[in-house]
């Protein structure tokens, strides 16, 4: 059974730090692309980074670029994004996900429970 | 970037009737387009893939088709388990963009 079990939200002050982990198991973590996905309060998703099996390409969406960063480590079957200068608009519930294709259309076929982000004073 | 707009953003309907969702893309996607369902307090499940395809274990009454810009999602007779908040993803560009959800509420 695929599992991916998110960590690491709580609260943090504008301008910290904090590092969330996805434990995966249940599937061959090293043949997948990750994602992590984001959802405040009340509000949508959106698809905040991925990541590329190998780490050689990353992808992320422009609100967090140059703030987080997405990493993996194949040997541990975890997924994590690290994300500094924290504003308050980051305050989310952060899903880890599993990307899949099929005759090359990506998709999210799998989602943890999230963790919840919150940043304020 | 991909503008996504989903309509409506709200729906009531009852048990048995037919719904129909829409999202549209502002630009050309192809096939790029998946639909999910998210309960509250839940993660998202994936329903649609590759706009029309059909996720393992989800039921038949969820059917999905369009290409290009313009995507539909039906559900052919509502079940007390569909009253949820539905979600379209283009996965035309890295990472896509969702739409801003409709949420289906029981009339």
């Known amino acids: 059974e695929v599992q991916l079990v998110e960590s690491g939200g709580g609260l943090v002050q504008p301008g910290g730090s904090l590092r969330l982990s996805c434990a995966a198991s249940g599937f061959t973590f090293s043949d997948h692309w990750m994602s992590w996905v984001r959802q405040a309060p009340g509000k949508g998703l959106e698809w905040v980074a991925n990541i590329n099996q190998d780490e050689s390409e990353k992808y992320s969406v422009d609100s967090v670029k140059g703030r987080f960063t997405i990493s993996r480590d194949n040997a541990e079957n975890s997924l994590y994004l690290q994300m500094d200068s924290l504003r308050a608009e980051d305050t989310a519930v952060y899903f880890c996900?599993?990307?899949?294709?099929?005759?090359?259309?990506?998709?999210?076929?799998?989602w943890g429970q999230g963790t919840l982000v919150t940043v304020s004073s | 970037d991909i503008q996504m707009t989903q309509s409506p953003s709200s729906l009531s309907a009852s048990v048995g009737d037919r719904v129909t969702i829409t999202c549209r893309t502002s630009?050309?996607?192809?096939?790029?387009l998946n639909w999910y369902q998210q309960k509250p307090g839940k993660a998202p499940k994936l329903l649609i893939f590759?706009?029309?395809a059909l996720q393992s274990g989800v039921p038949s009454r969820f059917t999905g088709s369009g290409s290009g810009t313009e995507f539909t999602l039906t559900i052919s007779s509502l079940q007390p388990e569909d009253f949820a908040t539905y979600y379209c993803?283009?996965?035309?560009?890295?990472?896509?963009?969702f739409g801003q959800g409709t949420k289906l509420q029981i009339k």
């Open positions: 993803q283009e996965s035309f560009s890295n990472p896509g963009s």
């Open positions: 996900a599993r990307d899949r294709d099929w005759n090359s259309y990506p998709y999210l076929d799998y």
């Open positions: 590759a706009a029309s």
């Open positions: 630009q050309i996607i192809s096939s790029y």
